[in-house]
Nanobody
């Protein structure tokens, strides 16, 4: 069965950094495009960053540009989200997802940015 397991969420002060990881099993990881999504309380889930199956093309929501970096290691079936210069508005549950050719979701990891 397909599993996506996120880790790395934590409580961090504004200006701090975190690195999220998501490891997949049960799929041929290298053929999937991937995304990191964020859902803040009371808000809809939004796509924060995406990466194509080969790791060549990436895209970010405007608020993440210049601060977040998505990357992947197909040999480890893992996708990462490096988050720097964190702001309180980055707070939320972060989910990784396969976006193409099929959609699978992880359970999420909580990121809280607060002093």
């Amino acid at each position: 069965q397909v599993q996506l397991v996120e880790s790395g969420g934590d409580l961090v002060q504004p200006g701090g950094s975190l690195r999220l990881s998501c490891t997949a099993s049960g799929i041929t990881f290298s053929v999937y495009d991937l995304g990191w999504y964020r859902q803040a309380p009371g808000n809809e889930r939004e796509l924060v960053a995406s990466i194509d199956h080969g790791g060549t093309f990436t895209d970010y929501v405007e608020s993440a540009k210049g601060r977040f970096t998505i990357s992947r290691d197909n040999a480890k079936n893992t996708v990462y989200l490096q988050m720097n210069s964190l702001k309180p508005e980055d707070t939320g549950a972060y989910f990784c997802s396969t976006t193409y050719p099929y959609i699978h979701w992880g359970q999420g990891t909580q990121v809280t940015v607060s002093s």
